[in-house]
């Protein structure tokens, strides 16, 4: 055999295995000079180090110094969490740049004992090319000098599949294909979602085979635990436990004053989103109905009047257009948190995301995604977390680290709503005749819990901006939360408002017999629209103002302008709701 093909070898297993020149010297006992020479081509192993040099770079003698264009790179039989290097094995059973063998654990000399499906993975180079196969257990290894394996991949892919028992398995590949569509991050080991042997009692095992830049690998997790991808989708790893769980890639929320101002629709919207829904914020809007809401607490001018659903059921027609229904839990008692906490998980594991509304800082929507420690651990998106996440000084711990850049939990919530039954979702023009619906149904509406509703909470928002008696009677302080609250408010009614009015543009051409009707509706809609969006500009000083400030920037001109404006709003809207009855 030349020379320069032994040297080729030393240094390719060499690299192979991670070695460097200094860490062979050291096992051999030699000077690195020595390999150097060797891998240069400029000397030979010395006889005497020929067995220990096939064993510290696991191959055999005949390998090393026969002239064969088949050579084994690296080889491992086992079931992916026990596994054995064979390489040297295998390259002993080379004849004629031929290796034919029947994979199991006898003819490979492994002393594997589990009952879990077992695969030979290797890498072998023929000529100058390096190449990768795989191998399930049982099956017959032929290779030759022609053969072509696989070439790796930038990122994992899968390319073998089974789930079950050494004894009972089946090839699931078929599921892994049908899963695509869904792009999940993380396959969870069940007979759910794979079939399992009905004589099978015990554990049935997931286990891949994926190719990624670095070659062939194997993984392997027992049901009731995960194979999910590392963040860059490189690699695979066993999740070991369902102590947690993270849905991926949930979007996150843009804080108040930066658009999607309802903070349900927008925690609706991120979790269809994640969940492979279609949509945008406005559809969920208008399909809801949110986008026609307006509720109003008099005479405390409350904060929670802009909350999507304080006074009225949006949730419900909002699931249902696309298919879903919701479950409410409201209030649980603590004596009945652990069986809430315990459906929460069980819907989290199914990449379902909750929500729930006062997560972080106030009482406003978010969608919980992740849990650890069993679910004492909770994460979420609110539209709270741009400022923490953003922080100079916010630093991850072991606590709250997780791959996603969710956010920790900090308020066990009030109201929880989760996807329920799911249905065949309704056709657009079903969806807009019951939006139009819910629009004349919550307008119409007056009194609920304190707060106005509609077109009377219109009037009573105008009417309490034309008290001048209470402005003046009024310390600072209170004056300062009332325009805080009128700032907060007219945002909402502003955002709900624009996207009522890109909803009906869109949806308009779905009622072809009421075109003149649908016209009107969102002719007055736009004024409304933009009658909001000058009393937003109105009301924006740039900066927080305290009690003094307020007093002096919120002027009763600026009040009068404001309740004409709303008086006009009213009238529009109430204009709207005599052609949208017609359509319905």
Same mark, same amino acid.
């Given at each position: 055999?030349?020379?320069?093909?032994?040297?080729?070898? #030393?240094?390719? %297993?060499?690299? /192979?295995?991670?070695?460097?020149? +200094?860490?062979?010297?050291?096992?051999?006992? #030699?000077?690195?000079?020595?390999?150097?020479?060797?891998?240069?081509?400029?000397? %030979?192993?010395?006889?005497?180090?020929?067995?220990?040099?096939?064993?510290?770079?696991?191959?055999?003698i005949d390998s090393l110094l026969l002239d064969s264009k088949l050579q084994i790179l690296s080889a491992f039989y086992g079931d992916g969490i026990e596994s054995f290097?064979?390489?040297?094995? %295998?390259?002993? %059973?080379?004849?004629?740049?031929?290796?034919?063998?029947?994979?199991?654990?006898?003819?490979?000399?492994?002393?594997?004992?589990?009952?879990?499906?077992?695969?030979?993975?290797?890498?072998?180079? #023929?000529?100058?090319?390096?190449?990768?196969?795989?191998?399930e257990d049982g099956k017959q290894l032929s290779l030759d000098q022609y053969s072509k394996g696989y070439a790796n991949t930038e990122k994992a892919k899968i390319i073998a599949a089974t789930y079950?028992? +050494?004894?009972?398995?089946?090839?699931?590949?078929?599921?892994?294909?049908?899963?695509?569509?869904?792009?999940?991050?993380?396959?969870?080991? *069940?007979? /759910?979602?794979?079939?399992?042997?009905?004589?099978?009692?015990?554990?049935?095992?997931?286990?891949?085979?994926?190719l990624n830049k670095a070659g062939i690998h194997m993984v392997t997790c027992e049901e009731g635990e995960s194979i999910a991808y590392a963040a860059n989708k490189t690699e695979l790893h066993r999740k070991q436990a369902i102590h947690e769980h993270f849905i991926p890639d949930v979007p996150e929320l843009p804080e108040f004053g930066k658009g999607m101002e309802c903070s349900w629709a927008a925690a609706l919207t991120a979790a269809l989103t994640v969940m492979g829904v279609q949509t945008s914020y406005e559809h969920v809007m208008g399909v809801s109905g949110a986008c026609y809401r307006l509720a109003f607490c008099s005479p405390m001018w409350d904060f929670s009047s802009a909350d999507g659903l304080v006074a009225y059921d949006y949730a419900t027609p909002g699931y249902m257009a696309f298919g879903y229904a919701p479950k409410f839990s409201d209030r649980v008692d603590k004596e009945n948190r652990a069986d809430e906490r315990r459906y929460m998980l069980e819907?989290?594991?199914?990449?379902?995301?909750?929500?729930?509304?006062?997560?972080?800082?106030?009482?406003?929507?978010?969608?919980?995604?992740?849990?650890?420690?069993?679910?004492?651990?909770?994460?979420?998106?609110?539209?709270?977390?741009? /400022?923490?996440?953003?922080?100079?000084?916010?630093?991850?711990?072991?606590?709250?680290?997780?791959?996603?850049?969710?956010?920790?939990?900090?308020?066990?919530?009030?109201?929880?709503a989760y996807f329920d039954s799911e249905t065949m979702p309704p056709s657009a023009r079903d969806n807009l005749l019951n939006s139009l619906r819910v629009f004349s149904d919550c307008t119409k509406q007056k009194n609920n819990r304190c707060y106005m509703m509609g077109l009377q909470a219109y009037?009573?928002?105008?009417?309490?901006?034309?008290? +001048? +008696?209470?402005?003046?009677?009024? *310390?600072? /302080?209170?004056?300062?939360?009332?325009?805080?609250?009128?700032?907060?408010?007219?945002?909402?009614?502003?955002?709900?408002?624009?996207?009522?009015?890109?909803?009906?543009?869109?949806?308009?051409?779905?009622?072809? *017999?009421?075109?003149?009707?649908?016209?009107?509706?969102?002719?007055?809609?736009k004024s409304v629209y933009e009658n909001a969006g000058q009393i937003h500009k109105m009301l924006d000083s740039g900066k927080v103002l305290n009690g003094a400030e307020a007093r002096c920037f919120w002027t009763k001109q600026m009040r009068e302008k404001q309740a004409e404006l709303l008086f006009d709003m009213a009238a529009a809207e109430r204009s709207a709701l005599e052609a949208a009855q017609k359509i319905t």
């Open positions: 055999m030349e020379m320069s093909s032994i040297s080729k070898k #030393i240094c390719t %297993l060499r690299k /192979e295995l991670g070695l460097t020149q +200094e860490n062979l010297a050291e096992i051999l006992g #030699i000077s690195p000079q020595a390999v150097s020479k060797w891998e240069n081509g400029h000397a %030979l192993p010395e006889t005497a180090l020929l067995p220990g040099l096939a064993r510290a770079l696991d191959t055999s290097s064979v390489a040297n094995r %295998l390259n002993r %059973l080379i004849a004629n740049d031929t290796l034919v063998v029947t994979v199991n654990s006898q003819s490979l000399a492994c002393p594997v004992r589990n009952s879990r499906p077992k695969f030979l993975i290797m890498k072998y180079r #023929i000529g100058q090319d390096n190449y990768f196969d795989y191998v079950g028992t +050494e004894y009972a398995k089946y090839d699931v590949m078929n599921k892994i294909e049908h899963y695509k569509v869904f792009n999940w991050n993380e396959y969870r080991a *069940d007979h /759910e979602k794979f079939p399992s042997d009905p004589m099978n009692d015990g554990k049935d095992y997931l286990t891949f085979v994926y819907q989290i594991r199914c990449n379902m995301p909750v929500l729930g509304i006062n997560l972080r800082v106030s009482a406003e929507w978010g969608v919980i995604c992740g849990y650890r420690n069993n679910g004492a651990d909770l994460f979420c998106r609110t539209k709270y977390d741009s /400022e923490t996440l953003s922080a100079p000084d916010f630093q991850w711990n072991e606590k709250t680290y997780n791959p996603h850049n969710y956010l920790l939990v900090d308020n066990w919530p009030f109201i929880i009037d009573v928002w105008k009417t309490d901006l034309l008290d +001048e +008696e209470w402005y003046q009677a009024s *310390d600072d /302080e209170q004056l300062a939360r009332r325009f805080s609250v009128n700032q907060f408010c007219t945002l909402a009614l502003f955002d709900a408002r624009k996207a009522a009015y890109a909803y009906l543009i869109d949806s308009k051409e779905l009622v072809p *017999d009421k075109k003149d009707e649908m016209n009107h509706i969102i002719t007055m809609f």
